[in-house]
């Protein structure tokens, strides 16, 4: 069963433009919320994560909206640049006994020049 | 620099061969992971060591096995493992209940290829 859901599976920006990717989850248990950006044969590398007692978190280009209500969160990259294609994962934990991390299943985002 | 160091970087093995990846992290962090990444896929934990306490995932086959000599320094010996085994594997450390910084820390990552 997937813990968190993930959409889309692929986009593709201009640059300039505004990317927005979504995640879902379900557990009310889950209370910290990290996105991961992944390049080509690299390790997931954190970028911006949130904990639910703020709706938006902002860093740089980067800011994830949280609706607590919904059980939503997303990630929008301000100002799309080719640098930032790669593929983004949404992740949710809880604070239990060794933190794991449920990852979505991914978006691939290409932003064209 | 990631601050969490794998080796090798790249691994090619027989079927039959015994082989191990290593993990380093100087962070002092408390919690170690394994994860293995399919291509286009997240990756999908394998085990986690917490305060050098073991947790597996019960699907991974015994082929895989861990190790933890001490709280800085994780392996995974590959014992006659399968051409689907290989992937993209990961190791990640992070702390346990600092809630000031619960993400993870990966490495770059061990590209293992099963011959």
């Known amino acids: 069963q997937q813990q968190v859901k993930q959409s889309p599976q692929s986009l593709i920006v201009q640059k300039g433009g505004i990317s927005i990717i979504n995640c879902a989850y379900e557990?009310?248990?889950?209370?910290?919320f990290p996105w991961y950006q992944q390049f080509p044969g690299k390790g997931p590398a954190l970028l911006i994560a949130?904990?639910?007692?703020?709706s938006e978190k902002k860093e740089g280009r980067f800011t994830i909206s949280f609706n607590k209500s919904a059980k939503q969160f997303s990630l929008h990259i301000m100002d799309s640049q080719p640098g930032d294609s790669a593929t983004y994962f949404c992740?949710?934990?809880?604070?239990?006994?060794?933190?794991?991390?449920?990852f979505g299943t991914g978006t691939s985002l290409t932003v064209i020049p | 620099d990631t601050e969490v160091t794998q080796t090798p970087k790249h691994l090619v093995m027989g079927m039959t061969n015994k082989k191990s990846l290593k993990c380093e992290q100087h962070?002092?962090?408390?919690?170690m992971y394994w994860y293995k990444q399919k291509a286009k896929k997240p990756p999908e934990l394998m085990f986690v060591?917490?305060?050098?306490?073991?947790?597996i995932n019960e699907s991974v086959p015994s082929r895989f096995s861990p190790e933890c000599p001490n709280s800085s320094l994780l392996n995974l010996h590959l014992h006659a493992l399968q051409p689907e085994d290989s992937a993209l594997y990961l190791c990640?450390?992070?702390?346990?209940?600092?809630?000031?910084?619960?993400?993870?820390?990966f490495g770059s990552g061990t590209r293992l290829t099963v011959v």
């Open positions: 949130i904990r639910p007692d703020v």
């Open positions: 060591y917490s305060y050098e306490k073991l947790s």
């Open positions: 992740a949710a934990s809880s604070d239990g006994a060794g933190n794991q991390f449920y």
């Open positions: 990640a450390s992070s702390q346990v209940r600092d809630r000031q910084g619960d993400g993870y820390t």
């Open positions: 557990n009310t248990a889950f209370d910290y």
């Open positions: 962070m002092g962090h408390r919690a």
